[in-house]
């Protein structure tokens, strides 16, 4: 059997507006400004955290916006803040629905970089959460994507006599996984169930 995994952002899912806006949105809600320098702040903080798999990310980039907002609130308010208006804004690839279903007897999953919780959060958020036998993020594995880590790690979750990765990021997505022996489509080129090996 040939098992399909899917990267989530900007894969099975987009937002309906720019991240930088949402993440303004959530600055502004929070913390009473949409001053550039506090978002890049938290994400400069948040992407120190996120790919190296170390913990908290989202709470260490909160506390670097609110320092840079010379704020007074609480980190755990612009995380859930921020977490509301992503699930808010997250919507179906289009497509996405018609090809899964044409895939439904194939073993299906989800290779993510993230936090755990965050992105079923977000798998739930657009009603897909049903439709895969496994989903395995960074932080499940220990590593991120492109290491191999992660993808041996999927590939434990959800055994399968050969894999493909559908994915929009090249180095993250398609060279990680054929640097780990898997076969890898990039999203734009999959219009139907005949393009994945």
Same mark, same amino acid.
């Given at each position: 059997?040939?098992?399909?995994? %899917? /990267? !989530?952002?900007?894969?099975?899912?987009?937002?309906?507006?720019?991240?930088?806006?949402?993440?303004?949105?959530?600055?502004? *809600?929070?913390?009473?400004?949409? @001053?550039?320098?506090?978002?890049?702040?938290?994400?400069?903080? $948040? %992407?120190? *955290?996120?790919?190296?798999?170390? =913990? #908290?990310?989202?709470?260490?980039?909160a506390r670097a916006a609110i @320092?840079?907002? /010379?704020?007074?609130?609480?980190?755990? *308010? $612009?995380?859930?803040? !921020?977490?509301?208006?992503?699930?808010?804004?997250?919507?179906?690839?289009?497509?996405?629905?018609?090809?899964?279903?044409? !895939?439904?007897? *194939? =073993?299906?999953?989800?290779?993510? #970089?993230?936090?755990?919780?965050?992105?079923?959060?977000? !798998?739930?958020?657009?009603?897909?959460?049903?439709?895969? /036998?496994?989903?395995?993020?960074?932080?499940?594995?220990?590593?991120?994507?492109?290491?191999?880590?992660? $993808?041996?790690?999927?590939?434990?979750?959800? =055994?399968?006599?050969?894999?493909?990765? &559908?994915?929009?990021?090249?180095?993250?997505?398609?060279?990680?996984?054929?640097?780990?022996?898997?076969?890898?489509?990039?999203?734009?080129? &999959?219009?139907?169930?005949? /393009?994945?090996?």
């Open positions: 059997m040939h098992a399909v995994h %899917f /990267d !989530l952002d900007g894969t099975l899912m987009v937002f309906d507006r720019p991240y930088a806006d949402l993440l303004a949105d959530a600055c502004e *809600r929070v913390l009473d400004t949409r @001053d550039p320098a506090v978002a890049e702040a938290y994400s400069t903080a $948040f %992407f120190e *955290r996120l790919r190296p798999v170390e =913990p #908290n990310p989202y709470e260490v980039g @320092d840079a907002a /010379d704020a007074d609130a609480d980190p755990e *308010r $612009f995380v859930a803040a !921020l977490r509301d208006l992503e699930y808010g804004a997250a919507t179906v690839r289009e497509g996405m629905p018609a090809l899964l279903g044409a !895939l439904a007897e *194939r =073993p299906l999953g989800v290779v993510s #970089n993230g936090v755990g919780a965050w992105q079923r959060g977000k !798998l739930d958020a657009v009603g897909l959460a049903g439709r895969f /036998d496994s989903v395995v993020t960074s932080y499940d594995a220990g590593v991120a994507k492109p290491a191999p880590g992660v $993808f041996a790690h999927a590939a434990e979750r959800l =055994p399968a006599d050969d894999h493909t990765m &559908v994915g929009d990021d090249t180095e993250a997505d398609i060279e990680g996984a054929r640097a780990a022996g898997w076969r890898a489509v990039h999203v734009e080129d &999959v219009a139907s169930p005949a /393009d994945l090996p």
